[in-house]
């Protein structure tokens, strides 16, 4: 038995709750009847009108973030397809050119370092290096401010 602190075994113990009467275990069907009242099943009728509205409210914003995620790509191709064809106007050899290049800061070729690949500059010639490819972002691709002299075409083989 619980008492309350400082007292002694001699007093009142804490109140508890009574036990359920025998003769009430069997009728405790009573007790799940309340869930078929119409209040109850407003209730859980707005919680689930509530949850779905959650649930929709959710499905919005993930297609927003979708139709954001596929503007930036088509913003990207066209970021892409546009220096393309600057590069086409520019490059001596663009027949050289295939669907794999990519443009590249010279600064930026020492940690792509790997055998079997091409570099043209702008100028067109050609040079052996060990540079495969050169994985820019789309930030990168906006930000193209610095001289054309100093960009590569890199080529996988």
Request: hydrophobic residues 30%; contains cysteine.
């Amino acid at each position: 038995m619980a008492y309350p602190s400082g007292s002694s075994s001699e007093e009142e113990p804490l109140d508890t709750p009574d036990p359920i009467p025998e003769a009430e275990h069997h009728n405790l069907s009573v007790h799940t009847s309340d869930m078929e009242t119409p209040s109850t099943k407003g209730y859980i009728m707005s919680l689930l009108e509530h949850t779905q509205n959650i649930f929709r409210a959710d499905l919005d914003i993930l297609r927003e973030e979708q139709t954001a995620i596929t503007d930036w790509i088509n913003a990207t191709k066209e970021d892409v397809s546009s220096l393309t064809q600057h590069q086409q106007g520019t490059v001596k050899k663009s027949r050289a050119l295939r669907p794999h290049t990519r443009l590249c800061r010279s600064d930026w070729m020492p940690w792509m370092m790997r055998d079997g690949a091409t570099i043209l500059d702008l100028e067109g010639s050609m040079k052996q290096s060990q540079t495969v490819n050169c994985h820019t972002s789309p930030d990168e691709y906006s930000q193209l401010s610095f001289p054309l002299s100093r960009l590569k075409l890199v080529q996988e083989k």
